[in-house]
């Protein structure tokens, strides 16, 4: 079963523990605090992988490289609802 698929069946979010990587998964870019953005060279899609007690955290993050590029360049990257003053 591939990471994708994977992934969605857990509402996705898997933990796997710190022991496992997988196969087709490589890093791609370092966001601080230990959280790793990671392509997945089947699929194309790209995930963030953020370590905890319990091992990797992964979720998806976009569907492909170039989506996340769009996304990040306009800085919209986990951006937060302007507030009201």
């Known amino acids: 079963m591939g990471l994708s ?13 710190f ?3 997988p196969r087709d998964l490589i890093s ?5 605090c230990a959280i790793q953005i990671c392509l997945d060279c089947k699929s194309g899609a790209l995930y963030r ?8 955290h992964i979720t998806r993050e976009a ?3 170039e989506d996340w590029l769009y996304t990040w360049m306009r800085n ?3 951006s937060k609802q302007p507030q009201k003053v």
């Open 5 to 17: 698929t994977e992934v969605e069946r857990q509402d996705g979010e898997i933990v796997i523990s």
């Open 19 to 21: 022991e496992e990587w």
């Open 28 to 32: 791609i870019y370092e966001w601080g």
């Open 49 to 56: 992988v953020e370590p905890s007690r319990m091992g990797y």
């Open 63 to 65: 569907a492909t490289l």
């Open 76 to 78: 919209e990257l986990y």
